[in-house]
């Protein structure tokens, strides 16, 4: 029986077993065709009410690329790897004084989204902003724009996409499949 391995590939496309540029191939179509393209179309068409649908597809890909990058073969180490993503996207939350936002966002967003399948108190939604995130320290609030989120994620993507590509890149590339084994087998 064939299975859908990916929006673009099915188990039986690999008779034989996947290569290392197999199985990265298979990581992009997943990652553009199941999460950040979904999440793209619904901003391009302006779904009605899509916030929380946007940050429920995109909110795990912080965790999941540091975890490829790093090569983390195990389960845990939640709340390190989706810091390590948050600063892996945005550089400028890697300041130690943004580990405030960076403490807020895992809480108040992915455990929120998780654990109770929407954003805890003071997250505001709104398309009001002119960037994907911003925190009120004196108030703890943060405001996120959805819309501008996806598209700073697939900007991210798509260089990572680019780097991982890259044979070069042996040490990233890697880690990257062991990762992927990981996830896979």
């Known amino acids: 029986m064939s299975i859908a391995i990916s929006p673009r590939h099915t188990s039986d496309d690999f008779p034989h077993g996947l290569k290392l540029e197999d199985k990265i191939e298979i990581f992009i179509a997943r990652v553009e065709g199941w999460h950040?393209?979904?999440a793209k179309a619904m901003v391009e068409k302006q779904i009605?009410?899509?916030a929380f649908a946007l940050l429920l597809i995109i909110s795990s890909y912080f965790e999941m690329i540091a975890k490829?990058?790093?090569?983390?073969?195990?389960?845990?180490?939640?709340g390190y790897y989706f810091k390590a993503g948050l600063k892996e996207v945005f550089p400028q939350m890697s300041i130690p004084s943004n580990e405030?936002?960076?403490?807020?966002?895992?809480?108040?967003?992915?455990?929120g989204l998780y654990h109770a399948g929407m954003t805890r108190a003071n997250v505001?939604?709104?398309?009001?902003?002119?960037?994907?995130?911003?925190?009120?320290?004196?108030?703890?609030?943060?405001?996120?724009?959805?819309?501008?989120?996806?598209?700073?994620?697939q900007m991210h993507f798509t260089r990572y996409a680019?780097?991982?590509?890259?044979?070069?890149?042996?040490?990233?590339?890697?880690?990257?499949?062991?990762r992927f084994d990981f996830d896979n087998n």
């Open 162 to 178: 680019i780097e991982l590509r890259e044979p070069i890149n042996s040490g990233f590339r890697k880690n990257f499949e062991v």
């Open 124 to 153: 505001l939604l709104t398309n009001d902003i002119s960037h994907s995130v911003g925190f009120n320290l004196s108030t703890g609030t943060l405001a996120i724009n959805p819309d501008i989120l996806v598209s700073d994620l």
């Open 36 to 38: 950040l393209g979904p």
């Open 48 to 50: 009605p009410h899509r």
């Open 68 to 78: 490829y990058r790093d090569g983390f073969a195990a389960d845990g180490k939640s």
């Open 100 to 111: 405030s936002v960076l403490d807020a966002l895992y809480t108040k967003v992915r455990n």
